[in-house]
C-alpha cells in the first residue's frame, strides 16, 4: 500500500513561483513513475508532468517550459516547481504513484496510476 501527502499549494499571483511536494510511504517507491496532474472545476483531471527512476520525464504541453518535476528517493519525495505561474494554472494538484514504470503512452494517463494523494489547491490571481 502507497499512501501520498500533497503539500506546498497556496494563492499567489500571476508570474509567481511555487513548490509542490508530494511524501510517499510504502515500499519501492524509487522504482514507481511518479505523476502529477492537476483538476480545475467542471474540467477532467489533466497529466501536468511524470518521472520514470530519476530521469526520464514528461511534461504536458501546457507546462513545458516552465515546470520542473524532480525526486528525492531518499525522502520518498516527489517535487513539482511551477514557476511563471498563470492563472490558468489554477486548480488541485494531485499527485500519483504507480505500481511500476510505465511507458511513454501510459505515464500521461490517469488509469495507470493506483494511488491518489488528496491534492492541495493552486490558486493563481491575475
Known amino acids: 500500500q502507497v499512501q501520498l501527502v500533497e503539500s506546498g499549494g497556496g494563492l499567489v499571483q500571476a508570474g509567481d513561483s511555487l513548490r509542490l511536494s508530494c511524501a510517499a510511504s510504502g515500499r519501492a517507491f524509487s522504482a514507481r513513475t511518479m505523476g502529477w496532474f492537476r483538476q480545475a472545476p467542471g474540467k477532467e483531471r489533466e497529466f501536468v508532468a511524470s518521472i520514470k527512476w530519476t530521469s526520464v520525464i514528461y511534461y504536458a504541453d501546457s507546462v513545458k517550459g516552465r515546470s520542473t518535476i524532480f525526486r528525492d528517493n531518499a525522502k520518498n519525495t516527489v517535487y513539482l516547481q511551477m514557476n511563471s505561474l498563470k492563472p490558468e494554472d489554477t486548480a488541485v494538484y494531485y499527485c500519483?504513484?504507480?505500481?511500476?514504470?510505465?511507458?511513454?503512452?501510459?505515464?500521461?494517463?490517469?488509469?495507470?496510476?493506483?494511488?491518489w494523494g488528496q491534492g492541495t489547491q493552486v490558486t493563481v490571481s491575475s
Open positions: 500519483a504513484a504507480a505500481d511500476g514504470a510505465l511507458s511513454f503512452t501510459q505515464a500521461s494517463s490517469p488509469r495507470e496510476y493506483g494511488y
